[in-house]
């Protein structure tokens, strides 16, 4: 497995802690786990500049000897590699499985618009630093690993439609952009983390009203986490704009989904289960 | 000239102010401000339910009386009630001017995108309540009734070629949209407030990665004021990485506009000076 970040750097404690309980999961030692130097690089807020990133994530991903490419962490810089990063991919590329979430639905979006490899919406290493996160880094691992369908999100192993994940803002900041993947007939699962509600409201107004996501089987909504009050008070939480925005474009309403920033956060394969 | 909120509300104090302001440069009272109650409606964070935003935009875009409808205030609500706008402007609202920016942007988007009325991005009544503000206010007034040219952006006098200008975030939210107009040959202004950097340059990758801003003539930054410090500090400013994104996509970078949320904010009509 190997580990670059498109986005904002990790500290080695990190990689030392993710090692560690694989470990700790593994004992024979089966699972290794390669962090690009990379992912230590500090430029400003970036894990390096947008080359030294580009260049890790093109290098593990035509590694064939690498199954598995783990983004390390989110925060943003993604969309600013992406067009860097797709045209290099080689044959390697094509056999892989990518996992990441926020920042890194940019890529993992891409890809699957491309069908380069297999992309998962799930845990990062970063995530090893929440409280109780070593859950969500082994939930991750096995699934990488061991296909461990306990790790998927529960809705996804009862539908037999394709299925997408993302972080809401980055979905809105995908829109009208060549790197947003045809979502016809697919569940389209939304988190978010850190915006106000009118932000939500802004973003499903959105990306509802787009003909790109009208044609989606439906909407589930994720976990909507560390919310700013609103002054004056919104009025409406984030599930009431999402059922609204769902009623108001015709876009199925599904329910929630087990997704977030937070370590419950389950994974959720692109395209069909 | 009617007043309507599309997004948040204002205070009867604000209509007052403004009617001073007219008063004071036109002693004949030839320039009659007509505000719809609406204006001062509070539903939460909006100027009344959608319902009302909706009525009151039509009731003035369809009245023969009313020359131009001014958008009061900003802030959210635009992309709520915009579908329900259009499909009821009837023939007195081809025959108007429209001024706003901010979130009243995406009215603007979809008026000039379905070539309803005259389109300007200009300082609105609320700016009255800014330090200095009677000059903001005052500027929009001149333009709307005698359109003085002094009120205008001043390269927009110096070109020939169509013109658009928004607010950054709410142009990346009309991105994928119905309501984003075609942007052909277009010098593109883009201002934003109150967003980190990160957030600039994210929402600039995204418009300038679309083909529907590639297409643009090229791009003008208006002023990016109260940016949130960045930590950690993100190395570069707005001018950077605009400057950046331009050259990336080929789009021509024009310069600096003379716009932005601020009371030198100048008048840019939509499409040909």
């Given at each position: 497995m190997g580990v670059a970040a498109s986005g904002r750097p990790v500290t080695p404690d990190v990689a030392e802690r993710v090692?560690?309980?694989a470990r700790s999961i593994w004992p024979d030692g089966r699972v290794r786990i390669s962090y690009h130097p990379q992912c230590f690089q500090e430029q400003g807020h970036f894990a390096g500049s947008d080359e030294a990133r580009a260049d890790a994530l093109?290098?593990?991903?035509?590694?064939?000897?690498?199954d598995a490419l783990w983004i390390a962490r989110g925060g943003w810089?993604?969309?600013?590699?992406?067009?860097?990063?797709?045209?290099?991919?080689?044959?390697a590329a094509h056999g892989k499985s990518y996992m990441g979430y926020s920042d890194a639905g940019t890529l993992l979006a891409a890809l699957y618009a491309r069908g380069i490899g297999r992309q998962f919406h799930g845990p990062m290493p970063v995530?090893?630093?929440?409280?109780?996160?070593?859950?969500a880094v082994a939930r991750a691992l096995r699934w990488l690993v061991d296909q461990d369908e306990e790790s998927l999100e529960a809705s996804v192993r009862?539908?037999?439609?394709?299925?997408?994940a993302f972080n809401l803002t980055i979905l809105s900041h995908l829109m009208g952009t060549p790197w947003l993947p045809d979502l016809s007939g697919h569940v389209l699962m939304l988190e978010e983390v850190g915006e106000y509600v009118y932000r939500i409201d802004r973003a499903l107004a959105q990306v509802t009203s787009s003909p790109a996501v009208r044609v989606a089987a439906g909407i589930r909504l994720g976990r909507c986490s560390d919310i700013p009050p609103n002054d004056p008070?919104?009025?409406?939480?984030?599930?009431?704009?999402?059922?609204?925005?769902?009623?108001?474009?015709?876009?199925?309403?599904?329910?929630?989904?087990?997704i977030g920033h937070d370590v419950a956060n389950k994974v959720v394969p692109f395209g069909r289960p």
């Amino acid at each position: 497995m190997g580990v670059a970040a498109s986005g904002r750097p990790v500290t080695p404690d990190v990689a030392e802690r993710v090692q560690a309980l694989a470990r700790s999961i593994w004992p024979d030692g089966r699972v290794r786990i390669s962090y690009h130097p990379q992912c230590f690089q500090e430029q400003g807020h970036f894990a390096g500049s947008d080359e030294a990133r580009a260049d890790a994530l093109v290098e593990l991903a035509n590694d064939p000897a690498v199954d598995a490419l783990w983004i390390a962490r989110g925060g943003w810089g993604a969309a600013r590699i992406v067009d860097m990063v797709l045209p290099r991919l080689k044959r390697a590329a094509h056999g892989k499985s990518y996992m990441g979430y926020s920042d890194a639905g940019t890529l993992l979006a891409a890809l699957y618009a491309r069908g380069i490899g297999r992309q998962f919406h799930g845990p990062m290493p970063v995530d090893i630093v929440r409280e109780g996160g070593e859950a969500a880094v082994a939930r991750a691992l096995r699934w990488l690993v061991d296909q461990d369908e306990e790790s998927l999100e529960a809705s996804v192993r009862a539908t037999d439609k394709p299925v997408a994940a993302f972080n809401l803002t980055i979905l809105s900041h995908l829109m009208g952009t060549p790197w947003l993947p045809d979502l016809s007939g697919h569940v389209l699962m939304l988190e978010e983390v850190g915006e106000y509600v009118y932000r939500i409201d802004r973003a499903l107004a959105q990306v509802t009203s787009s003909p790109a996501v009208r044609v989606a089987a439906g909407i589930r909504l994720g976990r909507c986490s560390d919310i700013p009050p609103n002054d004056p008070d919104f009025g409406r939480d984030e599930e009431t704009v999402a059922r609204e925005w769902c009623m108001r474009s015709g876009i199925q309403w599904l329910g929630r989904a087990d997704i977030g920033h937070d370590v419950a956060n389950k994974v959720v394969p692109f395209g069909r289960p």
